[in-house]
């Protein structure tokens, strides 16, 4: 039931796009106009209610991919995640007319996780928020933790035991989110 209605939700998505483009204006372009296929895309109300959440099927421009004119008249969040960023921004809806509020746009980067020679390297761009919390799971049992503050990008290493073989989960806090990386030794 749930995914009939996300495929019918989409299909009314796409035909709006085709049947009432026209009606739709642009005053300002969003600042994620690339996508590509693969990112995500979700769309929440004012009041934090998910409206729309799915995978972006084609390369392209997120305002010809997308007829947002079809929502409800209000204020809506937008975030596309992408391989190593998340793109926040807002558009407001008035009569079918959608206006992107380029003050309320964001960019948040997400930490990058590398496995190499039983270290495990974490790195982050810290433009708008320069500190992250960073902690180390061996079988679902806390094995480090720490916070990690700084100016421009965040950079740690951490030596793990060659000879303890198992699970592993990195977690890393910051910017209100939680990324976590699962691999094995």
């Not at 979700?42 to 997308?66: E, M, P, Q, R, W």
Request: aromatic share 10%; charged share 20%; with cysteine.
């Amino acid at each position: 039931m749930k995914t009939l209605f996300k495929n019918i939700l989409v299909l009314a998505v796409m035909l709006g796009t085709c049947t009432s483009y026209a009606n739709a204006t642009l005053e300002v372009l969003p600042t994620f106009n690339s996508v590509k296929k693969g990112n995500s895309i979700s769309v929440t109300d004012a009041n934090g209610k998910i409206v729309f959440s799915g995978l972006i099927n084609f390369n392209g421009n997120i305002s010809h991919l997308y007829d947002f004119s079809q929502l409800n008249d209000g204020t809506y969040i937008i975030e596309v995640n992408k391989d190593f960023e998340i793109e926040i921004s807002t558009v407001e809806v008035k009569n079918n007319s959608v206006s992107y509020i380029n003050k309320k746009s964001e960019k948040i980067f997400k930490p990058v996780f590398r496995i190499a020679n039983n270290k495990l390297m974490i790195s982050k761009m810290a433009l708008n928020n320069p500190e992250m919390e960073v902690e180390l799971y061996y079988d679902n049992e806390l094995i480090h933790s720490e916070t990690v503050k700084g100016s421009d990008i965040l950079n740690r290493v951490y030596k793990l035991d060659n000879a303890i073989k198992g699970e592993y989960t990195a977690v890393v806090k910051s910017n209100g989110r939680v990324f976590t990386k699962n691999f094995k030794l």
